[in-house]
């Protein structure tokens, strides 16, 4: 047991979790550890912009987008969707081929029964896609990830690889017209193709260790090749083709959706009567089974419809070690479990293992789409990095994968199976079930059905074989570090084998160990790793995330997000630097996300689809060479709401502090409202219309500026007393002059924040000044990187001034003069807003002298005391040129006559 006592509560925390880290696993404190070089640069994350139906080209699209808006990010996160993965071999049997084993159907009604298979799938998908849609969708709930993904299903969408085994190149073998037959058009991987790609629109999975949440995968048709090409068109659409194609000899078959690439041309060959009735009847055999699969897959999705709505309104709501809860668990083991496996096999990635570690074909190419046979094409990541990087001047790639390798781990060994240890020499990999404690099933019940606990997981016995071999493979195609998912679920599984925190341990020291010999500069992200199994033996690398998911289609989710991240980061602040995941945009809370990221201290990254962006947000956000103006800190609630409800008690607001490397900074958000239900197991909004709130910011809620405590409060007082602070408020222009407690009122309705920046006044011979920064940047203050003052009699030749007046006829001739130049260097371009005691004599930008009302103004009269009253001095704004370099050097010079 630790026991500790401060009066410093940031302090306490710091050193209590660093102790306890230390003591437990042997993490080192954040404050000793190597920042990446990336958290200073604009990120875009894939993830939400085509979930894993992530490709080269779609890389291209989202870069491009956003350079096209002056926005070029520094770093790419190329997220799910990038690895060789595949389902258990039971899994990957068609829905018609399992059909035609039990009937014992073989020869040409067997291939006329795959071939027509499509139609069950579509139609199944359409009815549970049309019931999805009209559900309500709940993110970390068991099916709020899986009902966006059915809410887009339906025939416009790509089946599931390991569903579709329809190819042209199979056509033949029905003999549709006896002597006609359909010539398979090959191409390669550089042909044309939909310029848009298939995209989902789905919730992104969460952790299964943190929620059963079944996350959907996009995944593209065609298991068959089209002779070199790999890539499958099915039955359906070549038969479609033919009738479109007629009578004519050769016909080219019309554009058709973005479900696969252009079906091959269709060359008939003159037909005798005798032909033409076999062609009728096997046509009218066609379309008999086709009407047969639909009408099927008609019945299976009003089956999986019903079985859905009933698991949302009967088995989700129902409380822990209920009657509904226990029967469903029971059934999930025993007579649902094929059909749960089965519907997570087609829904879900968690089912799926790791079958190499090389890219899968959708990066063969520079040009290659989702439309690309992931298996059956040759990967080139080296080639498609590359190129991402000489085009669009990215200087970071990161590569996503799971620490197990993949959501359910590497694809066994032990029936050498293809793909068994990723086809990694010597690696060997087993399956071990997952065992739920009691406590994890009390407070989520439907991990007694999770994917790691039907299914399993493939444990690797050495995975220093796995990451070096993996990492190794990135290295040396560019990739410049890796961010890494799904860690609690390692524990969840190590429970089933003597112990979590040991298998923990010898992952993350395998993690760790790969990451410092190829990724230099500590290039890793640790993401769903909140257990203390896996945070206390993170030894050196320094960012992880701070909360569950953005989840950009719950609106409820949104105000509890950016409060967990801010709680959290009390927690994870002293090990970590929190990362508070991706956002977008152009979303209805994107500025209240915005300013959240903006005072957090980690990164700053989107994951907006290709072209729909809020540019003017982002321009706030981001220097125009991708840089952020990041703070030094993990953003942390302020001291008064360390201990109050930000989102339930209808009255507090939360405050999150930072410091920048001259002023610091304070963000405050309303998130009233909306809350995770512990009784309904989701995000919950409690009250639709919150009222308007105040509170006050005082220059000490930036604990950095806070004199250190001995207890003693008339001390503190007098301290207070002494010191004076500039406080800027973004929202609304307000520039105060404050005591250390004093405070300036913030009034802000629900779901809006507002950015404050607090700067020290420095006092020197009777001139007073503090910068404030950039007012077109959310974290402004982040801008001015240093300051400092020079003060005395200034010889001739080293005077700013050079004896020479303000330009307003003043002080004219040479005369003795004291100057106070205070000096700052300021990164970016736009309005710079300072306080200055008096109107400066001069101000010079970067050794040239500006004219006043013309480069520069000086407001007074506009400063508000904390009581209210009008205070000295006023505001000075100097309009910064934007510079190759974004560095600019600012003077503001006072003089003094004798």
């Not at 480069?855 to 704004?877: D, Q």
Request: hydrophobic share 40%.
């Amino acid at each position: 047991m630790y026991v500790g006592a401060s009066w410093d509560p940031y302090e306490l925390i710091d050193r209590g979790v660093a102790a306890a880290a230390a003591m437990s696993g042997g993490a080192r404190p954040r404050s000793t550890k190597q920042m990446p070089p990336s958290l200073d640069g604009f990120g875009w994350c894939t993830w939400d912009a085509f979930y894993s139906t992530v490709s080269a080209r779609g890389l291209a699209e989202g870069l491009a987008a956003l350079e096209a808006g002056g926005v070029s990010p520094q770093l790419l996160i190329i997220d799910d969707g990038w690895q060789m993965t595949d389902v258990d071999p039971p899994m990957r049997k068609t829905p018609a081929a399992d059909l035609a084993d039990k009937l014992h159907v073989e020869g040409e009604p067997r291939r006329l029964l795959e071939a027509t298979q499509d139609e069950f799938f579509y139609e199944s998908q359409e009815v549970m896609a049309d019931a999805a849609a009209h559900m309500p969708q709940a993110a970390g709930t068991t099916l709020g990830t899986v009902m966006p993904t059915l809410a887009n299903l339906g025939p416009q969408h790509n089946a599931p690889l390991h569903s579709h085994s329809g190819s042209v190149a199979s056509l033949d073998t029905l003999d549709l017209t006896n002597n006609n037959t359909i010539a398979s058009q090959s191409q390669d991987n550089t042909g044309t193709r939909p310029t848009g790609g298939q995209r989902q629109q789905q919730d992104r999975p969460a952790a299964p260790s943190s929620t059963a949440g079944m996350a959907t995968r996009a995944q593209h048709a065609g298991a068959s090749a089209v002779e070199s090409s790999g890539v499958g068109v099915s039955i359906t659409e070549a038969v479609r083709a033919r009738e479109a194609a007629g009578a004519s000899t050769t016909t080219q078959e019309p554009a058709v959706p973005p479900v696969a690439p252009a079906p091959a041309q269709l060359a008939v060959r003159p037909a005798t009567a005798e032909s033409e009735l076999a062609a009728k009847n096997a046509a009218t055999a066609f379309w008999l089974v086709r009407a047969s699969q639909k009408v099927a897959g008609w019945f299976m999705g009003i089956a999986t419809a019903g079985f859905l709505i009933f698991y949302q309104w009967v088995v989700e709501p129902a409380p822990p070690n209920s009657l509904a809860v226990r029967a469903f668990a029971a059934a999930a083991k025993g007579l649902l479990k094929p059909a749960m496996l089965s519907f997570y096999a087609t829904a879900s990635d968690f089912t799926r293992r790791l079958t190499s570690v090389r890219a899968n074909g959708k990066f063969s190419h520079p040009d290659a789409g989702p439309d690309t046979d992931w298996a059956g094409v040759p990967e080139a990541l080296g080639t498609v990095v590359a190129h991402i990087k000489r085009k669009f001047g990215v200087r970071y790639i990161y590569c996503w994968h799971g620490l197990p390798g993949y959501w359910a781990g590497v694809m066994p060994t032990d029936h050498d199976e293809l793909g068994g240890g990723a086809g990694i020499p010597g690696l060997e990999s087993h399956i071990r079930f997952a065992s739920p404690t009691q406590g994890v099933l009390e407070i989520e019940p439907s991990m007694a059905w999770n994917p790691a606990v039907l299914a399993g997981i493939g444990v690797v016995a050495d995975p220093n074989r796995l990451y070096n071999a993996m990492h190794r493979y990135l290295h040396d195609s560019g990739v410049d570090g890796v961010k890494v998912d799904c860690q609690a679920g390692v524990g969840l599984i190590g429970s089933a084998m003597g112990g979590g925190a040991a298998l923990s341990a010898m992952y993350q020291g395998a993690l760790e160990a790969s990451v410092a010999h190829h990724f230099v500069g500590n290039h890793v992200i640790n993401c769903m790793c909140h257990s203390t199994e896996n945070l206390y033996r993170m030894t050196a690398t320094a960012v992880a995330r701070a909360s569950d998911d953005f989840y950009p289609r719950d609106p409820a989710s949104s105000h509890p997000h950016i409060a967990a991240c801010a709680y959290n980061s009390l927690f994870l602040g002293a090990l970590l630097q929190p990362d508070w995941d991706m956002f977008h945009s152009k979303h209805p809370a994107a500025k209240l996300h915005a300013a959240a990221r903006a005072v957090s201290g980690g990164p700053v990254y989107v994951s907006d689809k290709p072209g729909e962006h809020d540019f003017a947000l982002l321009h706030s956000l981001v220097l125009p060479d991708g840089s952020v103006l990041r703070a030094s800190l993990p953003g942390r609630p302020t001291r008064d709401c360390l201990f109050v409800d930000v989102l339930r008690d209808g009255k507090s607001l939360l405050k999150v502090w930072n410091a920048n490397s001259v002023t610091g900074v304070v963000g405050v958000f309303h998130l009233q409202g909306s809350s995770w239900d512990r009784v309904r197991r989701k995000f919950h909004v409690h009250d639709k219309a919150p009222r308007r709130l105040s509170t006050e910011v005082r220059p000490y809620d930036v604990d950095a500026f806070r004199p250190p405590s001995n207890g003693s409060a008339a001390a503190e007082a007098a301290v207070a007393a002494s010191e004076q602070f500039a406080v800027y408020s973004r929202a609304g222009g307000v520039l105060s002059l404050l005591h250390g407690n004093e405070g300036v009122k913030v009034s802000l309705p629900s779901a809006e924040a507002d950015v404050l920046t607090v700067s020290r006044v420095t006092r020197v011979g009777g001139n007073a000044f503090a910068p404030l920064g950039l007012t077109n940047m959310v974290n402004g203050g982040g801008a001015v990187r240093a300051v400092s003052h020079t003060f005395g009699l200034p010889a001739p030749a080293s005077s700013v001034s050079g004896g020479a007046s303000n330009g307003n006829g003043r002080h004219g001739g040479v005369v003795a003069t004291r100057e106070c130049v205070f000096t700052m260097t300021v990164r970016g371009y736009g309005e710079l807003v300072s306080y200055c005691g008096r109107e400066p004599d001069l101000v010079l930008l970067n050794g040239a002298r500006l004219q006043p009302e013309v480069s520069y103004t000086y407001s007074p009269g506009v400063v508000a005391a904390g009581s209210g009253a009008a205070a000295e001095g006023g505001r000075l704004r100097v309009d910064l040129p934007r510079v190759s370099d974004l560095e600019n050097e600012v003077q503001v010079v006072f003089r003094s006559f004798e």
